[in-house]
Structure formats: structure tokens, C-alpha cells
């Protein structure tokens, strides 16, 4: 089931390009609306338009709009911009809520797709481990996208974090929803998960209580620095 | 020319609601679907668009096989491909598909009324020919 360290960087490869292609999609939609937007208000300040009230209210209503979506291309800009430093040191201290939270972000454009809410529960509690963040953020793409693929329309996936023990986090995922094929024998037979597991040194357990239902518990804890 | 009936099929909501609003403020009849599905339904319903607007990237049936599906029901509809894919290979196999042509997201409005008034001159001429006039 092993695999070897050069095709588990190609799989990370292939990951960080499928992030940055979808992220970058989700950008450009944003950007898109707020072109749109600004075409919009020019238009109606070009047009004849004797109303001067309506306009003003609807040209209120377009900036908010506008304002809104430069947040959210800016919070996608963010997680991005988050992302691709992760793997600028291997192994170091790091809120797992963090890199969970930056992922969460640049998947919601693949869940949208596929109709499916994804959600990450921070909770009250940040944990910090001591660990490889990107890694951990490959492994929660690898055992979340393919519960997103199986999953049909209106399914929810959400992500809880806890702490464990000091230096030692607890990342509950649970996949509400009817799901196509049997995700979770796909997901304990992938040897990028298992490479991810074994280079974070993880424990996973996995829980199908019905065909709906299925949550998967990891462990991260903290590593020594090499 | 008659009133040109554009359908614009898109599932980012603001985006087609505001581009709808720009098109209708240009004397251009607009009427817009979030899934292709909905455009499929509405094309069965009977409305009879010179040019649909397609955005390649949905939910559920994406704009290549929505584009393959309007042309069998009607091969006279001319599609616009609008993507922010960033691939050309998806256009490229769009062309391919019979679409009239593709344009990049964000969309410059001035570029688009001109391809949209190509694609329908292309469609009208092609209907007269046929001796048809689909009525739109």
C-alpha cells in the first residue's frame, strides 16, 4: 500500500494545481460580478434615467454588492496566498484551525458544484501542533474530495477540531448525505492517504453507521523537528 | 432587425442577473437559467432563443453537454460559450460542438453585443435560407 516519496510529491503536485486552478476559477467569478457591477452603474448614470431616487437606491444596492464581493475574491485571495506558503518549512508550529480553515476556503468552490455543503466548527478550542501543515492540508483534501464526488446534491461535510492533549489535535469529519459507491473503502485503500498519515503520524478511524453517515476521526499530534 | 432573444445560462446568479440587466437596458430580450437542466426545460417549453449564452463550468450538466443537447433540439441556436476557465481546450472542443464562439469572463459588454448581433445575423440568414423564420 506504501508508496514512494516522489509519486506522494507528484499527488501533492497534482493537489496544489487542482487548489490554485479552482481558486483562481473562483476569483475570476468574482472579479467577473464586479466588472458586471461597475458596467452597471455606468449604465445607469448614462441613461436618462428621470427617477434620480430609484437609481441612487439601486446604485446603493450595486456597491454593497460590489463591496461584498471584493470580500470575498480577498478572502479567497488570502486562503491562497495562506496555502502556498505552507510548504515553505516542512515541519513547524502551526493552528491546525488555520490550515483546515484555509483549505475549507478554496474547496467551496468544488462543493458548490456539486451542491454540497462543506463547513468547517472551529469551536473554541485552537489547536497548535507541531507537525506538517501542508501535508495535513493534502490529507484533508484527499479524504474530502472524494466524499464530495460520491456525494449527491444537498449532502453536508463538516469538520470539527478539537484538542486532544496538549499538542495533539482532533479533526472529526463527518459526511451527512447519500453517497454514490462506497467512498470509504476508497478512502482506506488510497496510498495518499496512507502516505499522509504515515508522514504526519496520524491515526485515522473511520465510522459507517448507515449508507449516510460516515464520520472519520484523525489525530494529529505534534512531531519532533528534524 | 428584429428584437434579438438571448438565453443566458449561468450558475453564478449576480453574475447573469446583472449582465441580463445591462443586455435589457440594450434592447436585447433576456431571459436567464442557473443550471442547464432549467435551460433544457425551458427551450422544451417552446421559447425559441436566436442566441444562448453558456457558461461551460455548472452544477449537474455542465455547458458542453447543455451545448451538445440545445443543438440536437435545435441546431439554428447559436451558443456563446462564457467561461472563466481559463481553458482554451474546453472552448477549443466547444467550437467543435458548434458553438459560434467563446469569450473570456470577465466579460467586456461592448465585445459581447457584437458577437451576440454576429451570431444572429449567422442565424437568421441561415433561417431564411431554410425558408423557415422561426418567429424570434
Known amino acids: ?68 464581493r471584493a470580500d470575498r475574491a480577498a478572502q479567497m485571495v488570502d486562503a491562497l496566498n495562506g496555502f502556498a506558503h505552507r510548504g515553505d518549512v516542512s515541519v513547524r508550529r502551526f493552528k491546525v484551525n488555520e490550515a483546515a480553515a484555509e483549505l475549507t476556503v478554496l474547496l467551496q468552490r468544488h462543493a458548490a458544484l456539486r451542491r454540497v455543503a462543506l463547513d468547517l466548527d472551529a469551536g473554541t478550542e485552537t489547536p497548535v501542533v507541531t507537525n506538517d501543515a501542508s ?36 479533526i472529526n469529519i463527518v459526511a451527512d448525505g447519500k453517497m454514490n459507491g462506497s467512498p470509504e473503502q476508497d478512502l482506506i485503500s488510497s496510498k495518499a492517504v496512507d502516505k499522509c498519515l504515515e508522514k504526519l503520524a496520524a491515526g485515522i478511524s473511520m465510522n459507517t453507521e448507515s449508507g449516510d453517515h460516515l464520520q472519520i476521526l484523525l489525530n494529529i499530534p505534534s512531531v519532533a523537528v528534524a | 432587425m428584429s428584437k434579438i432573444n438571448v438565453l443566458l445560462v449561468d450558475d453564478e446568479m449576480e453574475f447573469a442577473e446583472t449582465l441580463a440587466e445591462r443586455l435589457r437596458m440594450r434592447s436585447i430580450d433576456v431571459k436567464v437559467a442557473s443550471r442547464a437542466d432549467e435551460a433544457l426545460t425551458i427551450l422544451d417549453s417552446g421559447l425559441q432563443p436566436d442566441v444562448v449564452l453558456l457558461d461551460i463550468k455548472m452544477p449537474g450538466i455542465d455547458g458542453m453537454e447543455a451545448l451538445r443537447e440545445i443543438k440536437a433540439r435545435d441546431p439554428l441556436i447559436e451558443a456563446i460559450l462564457l467561461t472563466g476557465h481559463g481553458a482554451a481546450a474546453s472552448s477549443i472542443e466547444g467550437m467543435k460542438s458548434g458553438a459560434f464562439d467563446y469569450l473570456m469572463k470577465p466579460v467586456d459588454i461592448s465585445e459581447l453585443i457584437v458577437k451576440i448581433e454576429q451570431a444572429v445575423a449567422k442565424k437568421r440568414a441561415v433561417d431564411q435560407e431554410s425558408g423557415g423564420g422561426s418567429g424570434s
Open chain 1, 135 to 170: 501535508v495535513l492540508q493534502y490529507l484533508l483534501f484527499s479524504l474530502i474530495t472524494p466524499l464530495l464526488d460520491a456525494m449527491e446534491e444537498n449532502g453536508s461535510i463538516a469538520q470539527h477540531i478539537s484538542t486532544e492533549t496538549s499538542g495533539t489535535a482532533m
Open chain 1, 1 to 68: 500500500m506504501n508508496i514512494s516519496d516522489d509519486l506522494f510529491r507528484q499527488g501533492q503536485i497534482a493537489f496544489n494545481g487542482r487548489i490554485i486552478a479552482d481558486a483562481t476559477h473562483e476569483i475570476q467569478n468574482h472579479f467577473a460580478v464586479i466588472k458586471e457591477y461597475s458596467g452597471l452603474i455606468a449604465d445607469l448614470l448614462q441613461t436618462k434615467q428621470r427617477v434620480i431616487n430609484r437609481t441612487n437606491k439601486r446604485c446603493a444596492q450595486i456597491t454593497k454588492s460590489i463591496n461584498e
